[in-house]
């Protein structure tokens, strides 16, 4: 059974992923079932969808009747077996195993055996989840980034017992969505949440060192790294409550590897409340008549600091290739479409050079004789060897 617009979808959680996941499969002319076991929560996910749509409608970027359409092919309901008949079934609700194992049981016993049925969790493993089901062969991860329906970038995981002509076939409908797929192993973080811990993890090691204040990190990776946000602004956004539990869940996924340990300074931000832009206070303070903080710019300074977690990003992305996770064009796709990295982080390193990266990986390791700045096997090979990643530089 192939998937087209032909095919109806369900979803299974009706919070903002949820939400705009339905609202991508109606955009592309599918039926579409929005479920929530909340009676509350369907009724707010469809007044905030109309609320959005209609917002493109006063900006001329969608016509009334386009808006109709979308609201029209959604159905929001709270009885699970409105899934019944559907050909793809995607669930975004709590990040708790348990749940989402009892969650899947019950659709299986509602959908066709030929139906496709997949998770847009972010820190479960696939194959763990799918450990509940009859046919696991034909459940796989789809991660979406918020909002899913602004993010292009979409994360296909199979798991250990995934068919490949799931995934061929799920690939292919999240692809005619007008998304940019990368495949990536059923490892902790995937991809993005993988690559990306360097970004805030180094930055709060350099905080904690005092070798610059949070401003003067930020201002380095945004005015000389091209980063549209810094660390500080991006985890004060993100919220450090959230920001925080990722880091620690890949910190124990990865049995405790030295390379993502959590910060001490971000936990203590947890615990006093501040989260970030949610509670007024995080690194920054953004209560009303709050003094702001202005950045130490020393380009010597902001050099090292870019130099020094850019080359902890590369080593890290050259990780998860050596690891089989991703190929080199994922990972680089990945980053610059699901975090928006001025470059793709692979080519970034052989247009700066491999050996200059390599030499930034191996004075960190002299310095600090720590295991977290190990230079990655892949990057030593291809430094010894004098290749590149992408072998066109």
Do not use: C
């Not at 696939?126 to 899913?148: D, Q, T, V």
């Not at 979409?154 to 799920?170: H, L, R, W, Y």
């Not at 993502?260 to 947890?270: E, I």
């Amino acid at each position: 059974m192939s998937l087209d617009k032909n095919s109806t979808v369900a979803v299974i959680g009706a919070g903002t992923m949820g939400t705009g996941i339905a609202q991508i499969a109606s955009t592309f002319g599918h039926r579409v079932q929005l479920f929530d076991i909340s009676e509350d929560q369907t009724k707010d996910s469809e007044k905030g969808l109309v609320k959005i749509l209609q917002r493109q409608v006063e900006k001329e970027r969608m016509t009334q009747d386009e808006v109709d359409g979308i609201l029209n092919r959604i159905t929001f309901t709270n009885h699970l077996n409105s899934v019944e008949g559907s050909h793809f079934v995607i669930e975004a609700i709590v990040e708790n195993l348990d749940v989402k194992q009892s969650t899947f049981q019950k659709i299986e016993a509602l959908v066709d055996q030929k139906a496709i049925i997949a998770t847009n969790t972010s820190s479960l493993s696939i194959a763990s989840i799918s450990s509940a089901l009859e046919h696991p062969e034909r459940f796989l991860g789809i991660h979406f980034f918020n909002p899913a329906p602004l993010m292009k970038l979409v994360e296909i995981i199979p798991g250990i017992s995934t068919s490949s002509g799931t995934v061929k076939k799920a690939r292919s409908l999240i692809d005619a969505w007008g998304k940019t797929t990368v495949q990536a192993k059923d490892t902790p973080g995937f991809i993005v949440n993988r690559v990306a811990r360097p970004f805030y993890g180094e930055a709060l090691r350099i905080y904690e060192e005092g070798v610059a204040d949070h401003a003067t990190i930020d201002w380095a990776m945004k005015e000389l790294g091209g980063f549209k946000m810094g660390p500080f602004e991006l985890m004060d956004l993100i919220g450090h409550d959230v920001n925080y539990k990722v880091t620690e869940s890949v910190f124990k996924e990865f049995y405790y590897d030295p390379r993502f340990k959590p910060s001490f300074a971000q936990k203590r931000l947890v615990e006093a409340g501040r989260l970030g832009r949610k509670s007024g206070i995080g690194f920054y303070d953004y209560r009303e008549g709050a003094e702001k903080v202005e950045p130490n710019k020393d380009k010597e300074l902001g050099e090292n600091i870019l130099n020094r977690i850019l080359a902890m990003l590369i080593n890290e992305a050259a990780d998860a290739v050596f690891m089989n996770v991703a190929s080199a064009e994922d990972v680089d796709l990945a980053m610059t479409n699901g975090v928006n990295y001025p470059k793709g982080l692979l080519k970034w390193a052989d247009e700066i050079g491999i050996e200059t990266v390599y030499h930034w990986m191996n004075a960190l390791q002299v310095e600090y004789r720590e295991d977290r700045y190990r230079p990655n096997p892949l990057l030593k090979r291809k430094y010894k060897n004098e290749e590149t990643f992408y072998g066109d530089i």
